[in-house]
Antibody
């Protein structure tokens, strides 16, 4: 069973770069899955941020593309999210998730990131 | 890119049945979708993948009370014998070659 665990700062200041990591267990990061990030602003719905394939191909939400980088660290079996120039609007619970044969079949527990001065 | 439309809320009585809908935008009526359940304060949980034909494949451990069906651009999630733990937000998801999209979610209240 694939398990995902997010880690990162709970609080950060505006204009900074958000960095999150998702540790993967139960599967190799080099498996033919898609490794993704999804966020949920307080009281709102789910928003897909971006993803990376086992081969390193990336796809990003057009609304966030200019500020997002998703990368993989094969040696640590984890993948990461960097979101630059954050504002209060980026305050959200950030989930890592894995797409298997199409849909997200595995989700992390989520980590709350608050952007505030 | 596809757009998914869900009703914002639904309600049904404990032990009864409910059918939630998710509608694909024009030009995307054949897309496969997935259903996810998000209980309060928890991460989403994958329920099933649902094809336009009505065929569906559930995730590991998903109870038999959950089933899927389709009609044209509409995709449905049916839940029978509603339990308290079914009170949650339900999201549909779809994808294509370089994007993923979620519906706005339906908040299900169990009366």
């Amino acid at each position: 069973q694939v398990q995902l665990q997010e880690s990162g700062p709970g609080l950060m200041k505006p204009s900074g770069t958000l960095s999150l990591t998702c540790a993967v267990s139960g599967a190799s990061i080099s498996t033919s899955y898609w490794w993704s990030w999804v966020r949920q602003s307080p009281g709102k719905g789910l928003e897909w941020i971006g993803e990376i394939s086992h081969s390193g191909t990336t796809s990003y939400n057009p609304s966030l593309k200019s500020r997002v980088i998703v990368s993989v660290d094969n040696s640590k079996n984890q993948f990461s999210l960097k979101l630059s120039s954050v504002t209060a609007a980026d305050t959200a619970v950030y989930y890592c998730a894995t797409a298997v044969e199409g849909p997200f079949q595995h989700w992390g527990q989520g980590t709350l990131v608050t952007v505030s001065s | 890119q596809p757009v998914l439309t869900q009703s914002s809320s639904a309600s049904a009585s404990l032990g009864s049945s409910v059918k939630l809908s998710c509608t694909l935008s024009s030009g995307h009526s054949t897309y496969i979708i997935a259903w996810h359940r998000q209980q309060p304060g928890k991460a989403p949980r994958y329920l099933m993948k649902l094809e336009g034909s009505g065929n569906y494949k559930k995730g590991s451990g998903v109870p038999d009370r959950f089933s899927g069906s389709s009609s044209g651009a509409d995709r449905y999630l049916s839940i029978s014998n509603l339990q308290i733990e079914d009170e949650a937000d339900y999201y549909c998801e779809t994808w294509d070659s370089n994007t993923r999209v979620f519906g706005g979610g339906t908040k299900l209240t169990v009366l």
